[in-house]
């Protein structure tokens, strides 16, 4: 006869063992950590909401993953929908969920207020987390990263080129370049048809003179950069990758036109790599809409965890 304990342990077994196939992660300890409201964490005009993630394996000195949710989405949903809290316990770091102040709950990446840094937007705010949870956590400064999807994709690119001294890498599911949803009548949280479209098609250096304009005289080091787009998405057009890589490329002195190294089939079927250099790869993944799933070992890849 199986003693109970062992019986159990099969049991357990038995319903995580897919889990534990794909994930090679341990699921007894998944998101054992706990998930927290912060209300004060520093000056924050825009009301942005903030959760945090703490993993009970908490490195020391952890490193940071800003986790940015997309339009409907709210900075809980995203903990839910996205395998950062996950992975959290697996690599130590902490994970802030931003929550947009908006009914709709899209991000403001189209003000001047946001497009600027310390310009007193959302993109501030979520700039002030980072600074917050550093301090709080004795995190390090070194290894903080920003991604998200769709709305939050594009507030990954207005992070990159607002803050760009905070980050160390940054990876964009489905978005729009920094800039591209810019309001000419200064609003916030406005949506910008053209570029949604596609419609918005420049150079990478008028891109680049763009991004850098959003923290103008910043001579330091950037986040690296992986954008991933679908070849299907009727939301945020396709072209909106190619802009996002132009825009990248310009600022890293890259050349868009003579990328160093394409990949089919990377990192999975019908995926496309293309490296223009260690700060830049985008992946085009050809029959995928609105939008990539979150490719969570990738990304731990990506920053350097894994
Ligand atoms: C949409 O964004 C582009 C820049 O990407 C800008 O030229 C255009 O004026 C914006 N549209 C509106 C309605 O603000
Ligand atoms: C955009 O990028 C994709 C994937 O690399 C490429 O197949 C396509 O030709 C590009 N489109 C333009 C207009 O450059």
């Known amino acids: 006869m199986i003693p109970a304990f062992l019986f159990l342990t099969l049991a357990l077994y038995a319903l995580t063992g897919s889990a534990r196939v794909l994930g090679h992660r341990n699921s007894l300890v998944a998101r054992a950590g706990s998930l927290t409201e912060i209300t004060?964490?520093?000056?924050?005009?825009?009301?942005?909401?903030?959760?945090?993630?703490?993993?009970?394996?908490?490195?020391?000195?952890?490193?940071?993953?800003?986790?940015?949710?997309?339009?409907?989405?709210?900075g809980l949903e995203y903990y839910n929908y996205s395998p950062y809290a996950t992975l959290a316990e697996e690599y130590g770091f902490i994970v802030i969920y931003p929550s947009s102040p908006y009914e709709g709950s899209c991000w403001d990446v189209s003000?001047?207020?946001?497009?600027?840094?310390?310009?007193?937007?959302?993109?501030?705010?979520?700039?002030?987390?980072?600074?917050?949870?550093?301090?709080?956590?004795?995190?390090?400064?070194?290894?903080?990263?920003?991604?998200?999807?769709?709305?939050?994709?594009?507030?990954?690119?207005?992070?990159?080129?607002?803050?760009?001294?905070?980050?160390?890498?940054?990876?964009?599911?489905?978005?729009?370049?920094?800039?591209?949803?810019?309001?000419?009548?200064?609003?916030?949280?406005?949506?910008?048809?053209?570029?949604?479209?596609?419609?918005?098609?420049?150079?990478p250096e008028h891109w680049a003179s763009i991004a850098e304009a959003m923290d103008s005289g910043y001579t330091g080091t950037r986040p690296k950069m992986q954008i991933y787009h679908g070849s299907i998405d009727t939301t945020l057009y396709p072209q909106n990758y190619n802009e996002t890589c132009k825009q990248w490329a310009g600022v890293f002195g890259y050349e868009y036109d003579a990328p160093q190294e394409i990949e089919a089939n990377t990192p999975q079927a019908d995926y496309q790599t293309t490296i223009w250099g260690d700060k830049l790869q985008g992946i085009f993944a050809t029959g995928v809409g609105h939008t990539v799933p979150i490719h969570g070992d990738q990304d731990m890849e990506w920053f350097g965890f894994a």
Do not use: R
Request: charged share 5%; with cysteine; glycine share 10%.
């Open 40 to 74: 004060d964490f520093g000056s924050n005009p825009t009301n942005v909401g903030m959760y945090i993630y703490v993993p009970i394996n908490l490195a020391s000195s952890p490193g940071i993953i800003v986790a940015i949710h997309y339009c409907t989405g709210t």
């Open 111 to 203: 003000s001047e207020a946001t497009l600027t840094h310390n310009g007193g937007g959302n993109s501030n705010s979520i700039a002030n987390m980072v600074t917050w949870t550093i301090n709080q956590y004795s995190a390090d400064s070194s290894k903080v990263f920003v991604t998200g999807t769709s709305s939050g994709a594009m507030m990954t690119n207005v992070m990159a080129a607002t803050y760009p001294e905070l980050f160390a890498a940054g990876t964009v599911y489905s978005g729009v370049s920094a800039g591209c949803f810019y309001s000419s009548t200064n609003q916030a949280d406005a949506w910008n048809s053209s570029c949604a479209l596609g419609d918005v098609i420049t150079t």
